[in-house]
């Protein structure tokens, strides 16, 4: 079907090409709808011109429904098997691995997934590699790495929880869950034409339990997303079947040697898994699903998370522009930062000001766009809880029943009247038999069959509102128990932090009193290394100030019954799992290019767990001493 052939091949020159017009002609095969989104399903007409657009075969649709059907059987065949393997060998998977060194591990995976690429960064090196340009011989190896850009020797060698998270996130979600993801993967190629991509007219369903089905194009269902145009969806079937059969090949040649009828251990794998997170090597707190999205769980749509994420960056950026105001030390320090540039150092003094000025505009807009992100995220989320209560639904749906037949009801009056009425004077029998066809609703088998509908929409709601998931994809998880800290209870707080938050337009730091009312009657003990850095947080008159670095603070906050999850940049949240105020986060950036926390910076942090948290120097005791309840 590619009419392109080669004509001239002379370096430095990229190759040049010649084709006849009547085969070009022939070749083209226009898409269902001209517009920007079915461009990411089929190839616009114009780009069928170019030789790296142009379709490489028309399949029938017998041949693009083997196809499909072939690749979803595939995936769903060594998905199982994955599960299986981990379930049984979970324990011995992790051990091996761990204790390779770098240099066995990719040895290991180039002899089980031969095809793997070496090194990251495949697609902008691809970019300026003369192969590119080859339509006409292109490999099977460069195309299944295409597939999978991110997926290299590199980064599976380098972490070995990268390893886990794979093999945990694509077995335990199902395939449909990461197709956003993996067609995402495939822009460049796709755009850019690195792949020999096939034409059929079909669509194929990309969600639900018919994933992977072929279906013809309807517009609403390819501009919602349901579908996609078979060019582009067969590839990413394509990528998911590759990417678990590697995944099979590693896990193989990983368990090789053991026996295959032990006895299932994995519990060090279940411990692994729970908190549905993993982190870099030497980190204590869990990686970003931001930056490591083909290593975290796959996104799906979760108002509550969303709601908690925009209030704590707004309850973030509202504590900066407070202790901007009142604390002259912060805004010192911060003023020191922006004025470092060697730019802004060697402006006038006039322009200095004004970049001040417009820095701390800057600031506070950050604020005010986090507080309408906050109020927007509040309407979704209240839509969401409207349309998602079974009782107000089956209300809706009697009063638009009722709506209705009071309308057929008017109709059938005015009728009756006009009938009775008119010259032709029908009598009340006769105008009732005439009337007989549009009151289907007083007979007796509709008024069954309203019924039974009736029954059945109501159970429906109720099936649906319980296989509902309450956790999203963006939700941070099941969190870690906590088993280093002590808490002693005594009086119960009143306020805490998972309850109560600021509202958008209250940056007003609380009086100390009622900090103090939140910490009554709790200790909480922690090592000397963690307790040292309250002691720096909450500094006595006559203290050392010095920096602290992140992992120690951090290393103090999941001691203290938090634990830390990147999010986007450099905010990391940090979310309390025990305690009576267990649920509420708050979120701190990591310092950076160095990974240290100055005093000033520290101090106020530490005023930010008073103001949320209650926290003070005297909540905190070392682990081992007997401790006293404190009363505030």
Not at 406 to 420: H, M, N, P, W
Not at 422 to 427: G, L, P, R
Request: net charge neutral; glycine share 6%; aromatic share 10%.
């Amino acid at each position: 079907m590619n009419p392109f052939r080669l004509l001239r091949d002379q370096e430095p020159d990229p190759p040049q090409y010649y084709f006849t017009l009547p085969a070009l002609e022939d070749s083209i095969r226009p898409p269902p709808c001209p517009c920007s989104d079915c461009q990411d399903g089929f190839y616009p007409e114009n780009a069928q011109k170019n030789p790296e657009h142009s379709y490489h075969q028309r399949l029938s649709n017998a041949q693009a429904e083997s196809r499909a059907r072939s690749f979803v059987d595939d995936i769903q065949k060594r998905r199982s098997r994955l599960s299986e393997k981990v379930q049984v060998f979970g324990d011995i998977l992790i051990t091996r691995w761990k204790k390779q060194s770098q240099a066995k591990r990719a040895t290991l995976l180039k002899e089980a997934a031969p095809d793997l690429e070496a090194q990251q960064w495949l697609l902008p090196r691809y970019n300026y590699m003369r192969e590119k340009y080859y339509i006409l011989d292109r490999k099977a190896e460069r195309r299944r790495q295409l597939l999978l850009p991110w997926l290299n020797v590199h980064v599976l060698k380098t972490n070995p929880a990268v390893l886990f998270a794979l093999l945990h996130y694509r077995t335990a979600y199902p395939p449909q869950s990461w197709a956003t993801f993996d067609s995402n993967q495939l822009k460049v190629s796709w755009a850019a034409g690195y792949f020999d991509v096939d034409f059929s007219a079909k669509c194929v369903v990309m969600h639900g339990d018919r994933f992977g089905s072929l279906v013809d194009w309807e517009a609403k269902a390819a501009h919602r997303g349901d579908i996609l145009g078979y060019p582009r969806a067969i590839l990413i079937l394509e990528a998911q079947a590759s990417l678990l059969k590697a995944l099979c090949n590693i896990v193989d040649k990983i368990l090789e040697g053991v026996d295959p009828l032990q006895t299932p251990r994995a519990e060090k794998w279940h411990d692994l898994v729970n908190h549905e997170a993993f982190r870099e090597t030497g980190a204590i707190e869990f990686w970003s699903p931001y930056t490591n999205q083909a290593f975290s769980r796959p996104p799906m749509f979760n108002c509550d998370y969303l709601v908690t994420l925009a209030k704590s960056r707004l309850e973030e950026t509202g504590d900066h522009l407070w202790y901007l105001q009142c604390d002259s030390d912060y805004m010192r320090r911060h003023v020191k930062i922006w004025f470092a540039p060697e730019a802004i150092k060697k402006a006038p003094e006039q322009q200095r000001a004004m970049m001040l000025t417009q820095r701390i505009v800057l600031e506070i807009e950050s604020h005010l766009w986090w507080r309408w992100i906050e109020m927007e995220c509040n309407n979704v989320e209240a839509v969401c809880r409207r349309f998602s209560d079974s009782s107000e639904r089956a209300t809706q749906l009697r009063a638009l029943s009722t709506a209705v037949e009071k309308f057929l009801g008017s109709i059938r009056a005015y009728v009756r009247e006009d009938l009775t009425k008119s010259d032709t004077a029908f009598s009340s029998e006769e105008a009732g038999d005439l009337l007989g066809v549009v009151s289907a609703h007083l007979s007796r088998e509709y008024i069954q069959d309203k019924r039974r509908a009736e029954a059945e929409i109501l159970t429906a709601i109720k099936i649906a509102d319980k296989a509902t998931p309450t956790d999203g994809a963006f939700n941070a998880g099941s969190e870690p128990s906590l088993t280093s800290t002590t808490i002693a209870q005594g009086r119960e707080k009143v306020k805490t932090r998972g309850e109560q938050g600021s509202s958008g337009n209250d940056v007003t730091e609380p009086q100390a009193e009622d900090a103090g009312e939140v910490t009554k009657g709790t200790v909480i003990t922690l090592p000397e290394e963690a307790l040292g850095v309250i002691h720096l947080m909450f500094p006595s008159k006559d203290g050392a100030a010095k920096d602290v670095t992140w992992n120690r603070f951090v290393n103090m906050m999941t001691k203290a019954g938090f634990t830390a999850r990147n999010n986007t940049g450099s905010a990391v949240s940090f979310k309390q799992v025990s305690g009576s105020g267990a649920g509420g986060s708050i979120v701190f950036h990591k310092p950076h290019p160095a990974d240290k926390i100055d005093p000033i910076l520290l101090r106020i942090m530490g005023k930010r767990m008073t103001k949320w948290f209650g926290w003070k120097r005297e909540l905190f005791a070392l682990q081992g001493e007997a401790t006293s309840v404190v009363q505030g």
